[in-house]
């Protein structure tokens, strides 16, 4: 098992609604990707957090939104959700730009359930 | 653009037999090339990375994988597959980035490998 931890595991939202989900990344790792996984597909990168600020974003609308704290730990917040949000988003954490070790590490995900 | 693409959705395999998942990529420059396996409801688990060096890389439970480069493939092989080897399977790419640029991973589809007793 990796560091990384995401809370809640499982979720059931209404269409329309807001949800935040949450991701400890693993020590010593300053940036945190978030990842979206659709039923049968493979993951496709939402966003990364550096530093507390977003310094990369994939084909997702402004509704998905993020946060980095302090100590690294981050917050995905999708708004007006829809029925296709329901997936399976990743967390995903790796050691500080430079280092030679260049491989992320995801947490165990949240399914969510827009129903 | 970055792309990966596996083109078999499902690998079956005998217990104790070779196991081969392909993987071929398209990326401007030198790419990092990584595979990871996914349990059901479960997140991602690194298997092996390619960065520069041997083209030949050994990973996590005697996993291994082979970058061409003109071919442009990093396919996984293992040379005597278990039942519990049966899993989804993601090849992943990204390019070296500078500091502070995002580390955007590009995966392909995914392979089902099922290793039959």
């Known amino acids: 098992e990796t560091g990384v931890t995401q809370s809640p595991t499982h979720l059931i939202k209404t269409r329309g609604q807001q949800v935040t989900l949450r991701c400890s990344s693993q020590?010593?790792?300053?940036?945190v990707s978030w990842y979206q996984q659709a039923l049968g597909q493979g993951p496709q990168f939402i966003f990364q957090?550096?530093?507390?600020?977003?310094?990369g974003r994939g084909n997702f609308p402004p509704r998905f939104s993020g946060l980095q704290f302090p100590n690294y730990s981050s917050e995905l917040n999708v708004n007006a959700l829809e029925l296709d949000d329901s997936a399976l988003y990743l967390c995903?954490?790796?050691?500080?730009?430079?280092?030679?070790?260049?491989?992320?590490?995801f947490g165990q995900g949240t399914r969510l359930t827009v129903v | 653009a970055q792309s990966v693409a596996q083109p078999e959705d499902q690998v079956n395999v005998a217990e104790g037999n070779p196991l081969t998942v392909k993987c071929t990529y398209s990326?401007?420059?030198?790419?990092?090339l990584f595979w990871y396996v996914q349990y059901p409801n479960r997140g991602l688990q690194f298997l092996l990375k390619?960065?520069?060096?041997?083209?030949l890389v050994k990973g996590s439970y005697g996993f291994e994988a082979e970058f061409n480069k003109s071919q442009t493939s990093f396919h996984l092989k293992k040379p005597s597959a278990l039942v519990s080897d049966s899993a989804l399977y993601f090849c992943?790419?990204?390019?070296?980035?500078?500091?502070?640029?995002?580390?955007?991973?590009?995966f392909g589809s995914g392979t089902q490998l099922t290793v039959l007793p």
């Open positions: 995903a954490s790796s050691f500080p730009t430079g280092s030679s070790n260049t491989e992320a590490f």
């Open positions: 020590s010593g790792h300053n940036t």
């Open positions: 957090y550096y530093r507390e600020e977003e310094n």
């Open positions: 990326v401007s420059g030198n790419p990092y």
């Open positions: 390619y960065i520069t060096g041997d083209n």
């Open positions: 992943a790419v990204r390019v070296p980035i500078s500091s502070g640029s995002a580390r955007q991973l590009t």
